[in-house]
């Protein structure tokens, strides 16, 4: 059954990634699109359009899509609890605010975007797993504790914009996320990344069931629960990071991509891994291009689609208290 979700959700991916490079302004048809593709396009005008405009669009949404559901995953599995993912638990605004702050004090030009978004969501990350490590925190005040920083990241976020306002449109763009810049050099670091996440990931999926035990149980089932927990914790954070620095924050693909996949598959994250990153990849490769035509002119952010999306999930799962696997 999860092998059989798994390659339609792979098909649909696919399908909407054609159907995404044909929609623009530019009046490109699905077979002209298919002929570019092939290397048997007719004008240099759409081979341009095409190839370096929006097929590193559409890759660049793709990867990011999984990644974040693949850290959405990572992150409920860690904390246990179902309503985890980095945006929630501010650990997108934290790499979007160390961006922030490092082109307001000039210091992206030596230490680079990736590196200052990276430790901006370390150091979130670091916070969570401190107070997600301490016993007798409910899940309920953890999550508490993600949406509290999340809302204090993005009020410092607010702040630098105010404060300095030649750097106002660079700033924004970190808090509505948006693919419009994409680049091939951006595809292949974009690319290594979803490797070096991946790989361990898919390796370690025995371990993220366990962490769904209760303490006493994954002890004695021989993992160091509060090393793997952080490893993998950490894992996710530097690939949310280099996602965040490249393209922005983008909301909820980690909340919407696990949770929709748990209730088609199961909880077993053997089963689940893959279709979560296809799904995340499915859902902000949709959001992406319905960014894009929405408008007449001009497009709207991506992170607002995947927030109108994600938001009325977030408040349905409050409702019906489904707030942690215990």
Known sequence: MNTRISVVLFFLVCFLGLLALTLGPANISVLETIKILLGKGELDSQTYIIFSLRLPRVITAILCGAILGGAGAVFQASLRNPMADPFVLGVSAGASFGVALSITLGFSAFLGLPISALLGAVCTTLLIFLIGSKHRVSQTSLLLTGVAANYILSAAMTLLMFINHQHYERILFWTLGSFSSSTWEQVFYTFVCALIFFIPLFLHHK???????????????????????????????FAVSTCVSFF????????????????????????????????????????????????????????????????PLFIWMLRKGRNSYV
């Not at 006493?216 to 894992?235: E, I, K, V």
């Not at 922005?248 to 990153?277: D, E, N, Q, Y």
């Open 207 to 237: 371990e993220m069931d366990m962490m769904l035990l209760d303490e006493g149980s994954a002890l004695s089932g021989g993992l160091s629960l509060r090393r793997m927990r952080l490893f993998l914790l950490l894992l996710s954070t």
């Open 248 to 311: 922005g924050v983008i909301g909820f693909i980690g909340l919407m991509a696990p949770h929709i996949t748990r209730l088609l598959v199961g909880p077993k994250h053997k089963k689940m891994l893959l279709s979560t990153c296809l799904f995340g990849s499915l859902l902000l490769l949709g959001s992406d291009t319905l960014s894009r035509i929405l408008l007449p002119t001009g497009e709207m952010p991506v992170g607002v689609i995947t927030s109108l999306l994600g938001a």
